[in-house]
């Protein structure tokens, strides 16, 4: 789930708080069989990835290619999920509609040798404070890989 202009704007955030999108694509063969996705390291911004499409390039042998990610779940530890199993004749592609994943994340051939193509959104978002909300009750929370809003009371 990501935030528009419009939705920031009707519930008082101001346009730093916003989520701002850039195209994502990495290839996996046997030659770069992994690819790891990493924000920048400042303070006040958290970087997502949010994955759409997994799809075998051309050239891609008659093999399994299964991909998986790495990233960290919400307890805090780092698991490997397999997200697409692609053969050239019954799955060459696989739509992931709008998979999450809070950086890092590290997306592997974990069998094959590809070429596969990952594609998504590159996700930069500000950490919103009390100071960016005209109505204290209402707050900008995220949860693992997502924000949504919360009413609550606040004293402040």
Do not use: W
């Not at 935030?3 to 916003?18: A, H, I, M, R, T």
Request: proline share 4%.
């Amino acid at each position: 789930m990501s935030l528009n202009e419009d939705e920031s704007s009707d519930l008082g955030l101001s346009s730093q708080s916003k989520l701002e999108s850039f195209l994502f694509s990495c290839e996996l063969s046997s030659k770069a069989p992994f690819y790891t996705f990493q924000g920048d390291e400042e303070e006040d911004l958290e970087h997502f990835l949010e994955l759409r499409t997994v799809c075998l390039g051309e050239g891609a042998e008659e093999e399994s290619n299964v991909v998986e990610v790495t990233a960290m779940n919400h307890q805090g530890k780092t698991i490997s999920v397999p997200i697409a199993n692609l053969h050239i004749h019954c799955l060459p592609m696989v739509s992931l509609g709008e998979f999450e994943l809070k950086a890092p994340v590290t997306i592997r051939l974990k069998s094959g040798t590809g070429p596969v193509t990952i594609s998504g959104l590159h996700l930069v978002g500000k950490r919103a404070t009390l100071t960016n909300i005209s109505n204290p009750k209402t707050l900008l929370c995220q949860s693992d890989s997502s924000f949504f809003f919360k009413s609550s009371k606040v004293s402040v």
